[in-house]
C-alpha cells in the first residue's frame, strides 16, 4: 500500500502525448490548443472609430476652427472618405475606417448638425481620440495564443478573427469505463431488493463529458472467464481503462488477478486513504493505462478527482491550479490514513475560501454529494484538524 503522495507521483509518470488533430474552430471550446495562435494582418487592420461623430484633422481645430463641412457619412465596412479641405469632416459610425488625413473623432454629443456643417461644441480636441490605430493591438505575425492554452471563448473570437476554421488541437485519450457486479442493474430496470442500479459509470461519463471525452461504457459480470475475454479486447482498443469495483479482498474481487493474467503490470494496489484504500493503477505493454477504482460511488469519484483529472490536465500539459481552503470548524480523524473530507465550501468578506465539513454515511453514501462542493485532503501525520487551518481542496462543482 503506498501514500497519496507516492500514488499521484507514479501516475504522473505516466503521462502520455497522444498526438494533435484538427477540429472545426466551432468544436473547439475546451479542448487544448496545440500549435500557436498567429495574427495574420495588424490588429486592428485599420484606423477605427471607436464612437459615432465626426472624423476630422485635429490641426484645424487647433487653428481654430469650430463649423466643418460634411464631406459624406461613413458606416462601418466601406471605404473610408478623406477630406479635401482643412474645414471639412466625415460623418462617422463606430466600427468604420478613419482616413489617414483625419486623426481625431469628435462624438455626437459634443457637436451640432445642421445643414451639411458640423458645429463643435467641445473646447479641447485632441490627436488621436476616440480611434484605435492599426496594429494597435498586434503586428501581422505576432504571436496571440501561447500552445497549450484552454481553447476559451476569447481565443474562439481571437481565432475567427485571423480566419482560422479550424484549429490544431491535442488529441484526448481514448477511454472506456467498466463496471463490474452482479448486483448492478441498468438504470431502467426494475431492481430486486437486493440489487442496485447502476451509476458510477454514468457519473463517470459525465465527468469525462465536461473534459471533451466521449469515453465509452462496457458492465461485466463477476465472472472471471467474462471479465478477461473483454478486457483482452478493450486493453487494445483504448487508451485508458476506468474500472469500477472488483479490486478488493472479496472473493468476488477478481479485477487484480485477471489483469495479471493478461499481462498488466501492477504499478500500485492500495492507498493510504479514506475513501478508495484498494485503488489499483497499472500499465499494459501495448500502452494502455488501467485506472481500477472500488466501487463505491464516493470512492469513485474521489478517485477521478484526485488522480485521473490530474494525470489527464498533465498529459495535455495543463498547468496543476491547486487550491486551498480554511477550516471552518475544528475536524478529528484518528485512522493512519489520508482523509479526503467532504466539505460545502463559501468566501467569506475578506475573500477567504473557507470549508465545512459535510457528513455522509461513508463510501457509499453518493447522495452527500449533493450537497458538498469539493474534497477537503487531510494529512495522514494528523489526527487533530484545527478551525482556521488551510488544507488543499479538490472541487467538484464550480467555486
Not at 473534459?211 to 465472472?223: R, S, W, Y
Not at 479490486?247 to 479485477?255: M, P, W
Request: glycine fraction near 8%; aromatic fraction near 8%.
Amino acid at each position: 500500500m503506498v501514500r497519496v503522495e507516492e500514488a499521484e507521483k507514479q501516475i504522473l509518470q505516466q503521462c502520455r502525448d497522444f498526438g494533435t488533430e484538427f477540429i472545426p474552430l466551432a468544436e473547439c471550446s475546451g479542448r487544448v490548443l496545440a500549435a500557436p495562435l498567429v495574427a495574420d494582418r495588424d490588429l486592428p487592420p485599420y484606423n477605427r472609430a471607436t464612437m459615432d461623430g465626426i472624423a476630422i484633422s485635429s490641426a484645424a481645430f487647433s487653428k481654430g476652427i469650430r463649423h466643418f463641412h460634411i464631406r459624406g457619412t461613413q458606416p462601418a465596412g466601406t471605404e473610408p472618405l478623406t477630406l479635401l479641405q482643412e474645414n471639412d469632416c466625415i460623418e462617422i459610425m463606430t466600427g468604420a475606417a478613419v482616413t489617414s488625413v483625419a486623426d481625431a473623432v469628435i462624438p455626437y454629443e459634443e457637436i451640432i448638425l445642421e445643414n451639411g456643417i458640423a458645429s463643435v461644441n467641445t473646447p479641447v480636441v485632441i490627436a488621436g481620440q476616440n480611434i484605435h490605430f492599426k496594429g494597435k493591438d498586434c503586428q501581422q505575425n505576432d504571436r496571440l495564443v501561447k500552445a497549450g492554452e484552454l481553447v476559451s471563448p476569447a481565443v474562439i473570437a481571437t481565432a475567427a478573427s485571423v480566419g482560422k476554421v479550424e484549429l490544431p488541437v491535442k488529441r484526448l485519450p481514448r477511454v472506456v469505463i467498466v463496471s463490474t457486479g452482479d448486483e448492478l442493474v441498468e438504470i431502467n430496470a426494475v431492481p430486486e431488493a437486493y440489487q442496485v442500479r447502476r451509476s458510477n459509470n454514468y457519473m463517470l461519463q459525465a465527468v469525462l463529458q465536461s473534459c471533451g471525452i466521449d469515453a465509452a461504457k462496457e458492465h461485466l459480470p463477476d465472472n472471471p472467464v467474462v471479465i478477461k475475454a473483454k478486457l483482452q479486447q478493450l486493453l487494445v482498443s483504448f487508451d485508458v481503462l476506468l474500472l469500477c469495483g472488483g479490486v478488493s479482498k472479496g472473493k468476488f474481487d477478481f479485477i487484480p488477478a485477471v489483469l495479471k493474467e493478461l499481462g498488466v503490470t501492477e504499478i500500485f494496489h492500495g492507498v493510504r486513504q479514506r475513501p478508495g484504500k484498494p485503488f489499483w493503477f497499472g500499465t499494459h505493454a501495448q500502452g494502455a493505462l488501467l485506472f481500477a477504482f472500488p466501487g463505491n460511488p464516493v470512492s469513485v469519484f474521489l478517485c477521478v478527482h484526485r488522480y485521473f483529472l490530474p494525470w489527464l490536465h498533465a498529459s495535455l500539459s495543463l498547468p496543476d491550479r491547486k487550491q486551498w481552503a480554511k477550516l471552518e470548524e475544528d475536524v478529528t480523524f484518528k485512522l493512519p490514513l489520508q482523509y479526503f473530507m467532504q466539505v460545502k465550501c463559501r468566501m467569506n468578506e475578506e475573500g477567504q475560501l473557507l470549508a465545512a465539513p459535510e457528513e455522509g454515511n461513508g463510501s457509499g453514501d453518493f447522495a452527500n454529494l449533493l450537497n458538498a462542493d469539493a474534497f477537503m485532503e487531510l494529512p495522514a501525520d494528523k489526527d487533530f484538524f484545527r478551525k482556521g487551518e488551510s488544507f488543499r481542496i479538490w472541487p467538484f462543482r464550480g467555486l
